[in-house]
């Protein structure tokens, strides 16, 4: 009960003491979505972790090594997922259920063990580095860019819905289409 208290007679409070928890909401709630839109398009694939992580770190690693605001590095993540799924999709468009299951379950384990567990700069499956906040001064500025500053880290997973939302399309036209009556 003193959740939802401090909810609406403290927002900010709130927010500054489950900052964790609602970041962590918003991330699997993009991530059930962009299920959500692959599944109902008729399409088994499981790769859109992968392109969610491919996304995040590289909004992450970007926001962490240059000088670019936020909306950039998201940007750019977005750019580098979409062009992943791109890569991704040329090969296995002709799939469909549970061989799709696999090329997709093959990507996102070769992006795991390739990239993320063997790559220094995304923390060989330690997580980044980030520097530590101060409750009392905020979280310290990394660069001299005044255009950053902490954001909701949900929004670091733009990416998966501009890939789900091209999923959409055509595909997902056919998938409802009614089957067709051919007679002999």
Known sequence: MDFFIQLF???VTFY???EL???QIGINAILAISL????????LTLAN???MAVGAYTTVILNLYTPLP????ILAGTALAG????LVGLPVLRLRGI???IATIGFVEALRLGVILHVPITGEGQGLTTPRPDPHSGIPRTTSSSSRGPEPAAWLNITDRCRSARSAGPTARSARAPNPVVTP
Do not use: M
């Not at 936020?70 to 590095?73: A, Y």
């Not at 062009?83 to 791109?86: C, Q, R, W």
């Open 49 to 51: 972790a992968g392109f």
């Open 16 to 18: 500054n003491s489950h």
């Open 21 to 23: 928890l609602l970041a």
């Open 99 to 101: 061989f799709l299951a």
């Open 9 to 11: 007679t403290d927002p």
């Open 36 to 43: 959500f839109v692959t599944f109902y398009s008729g399409q």
């Open 70 to 73: 936020l909306p950039l590095d």
């Open 83 to 86: 062009a992943v799924g791109f």
